[in-house]
């Protein structure tokens, strides 16, 4: 099937690389990793500026789907990730996936509620990696945006799903101090999370959205609540 027919959209090249091969980005899966242009947030520590910022890409859905194609019998799985992947309509697209046999994982930061769950009611996504910015409090400082509450109901809606799912922090100590990081897990612990919670360490490239560099502040882990299971990365 060449969706290109399908709508407009596909004829636009929407999709700013394709990583080939990855063990680490899909756990338990052999994947390569779909990288959507375009964000809906600005968050200082991220280190995909050139994706978020580009005004120009280089692939396709066709073209994603035909590098798919010489990838069966050698990948089980495809990440969709970004910049923010859930700006684009992925039903189509995750259908033809599916067709070729992967498996779909998604990493989002779920503010486009609508369009998570019209995919995770689909069956179209097999796991999701949903990023956990920052506490309400200090979301829009963070992000540079007003999506907190979108956010909310998809972390709610993924924890009353049967979706298999993780959450996950990137942490700065500049920004996120001890503190809010106990804030973001009580919060997961009273909306019953039961999964892993990852909290990610900051990794300067000096390629990063905001003028950020190398944390000053230290972060002790000690302080930390352990009412839910946390693994470091």
Known sequence: MNISNESNLYKDKIVYDITKFSHLDYPDHLA?????????????????????????ADYDLNDVLEF???RVGLLDGVVLSGGEATNYDLAELCREIKKLGFKIKLDTNGTNFQEL????DSNLIDYIALDYKAPSYKYKQITKSSKYDAFSMS??????????????????????QEDDINHI?????????SHTYYIQE???????IGDIHMPVNTFDTSLLVDDIKIVYR
């Open 32 to 56: 390569c990793i779909i990288w959507f242009s375009g964000c809906n947030m600005l968050c200082d520590f991220c280190y995909n500026k050139e994706i978020v910022f580009a005004k120009n």
């Open 185 to 193: 897990i009580k919060d997961l612990k009273n909306r019953g999370y």
């Open 117 to 120: 769950q019209l995919l995770c």
């Open 202 to 208: 900051f990794l300067y490239t000096g390629t990063h």
């Open 68 to 70: 798919l194609k010489q």
């Open 155 to 176: 972390l709610q809606y993924l924890i009353s799903s049967h979706i298999d799912f993780e959450v996950r922090t990137t942490l700065h100590p500049d920004l996120l």
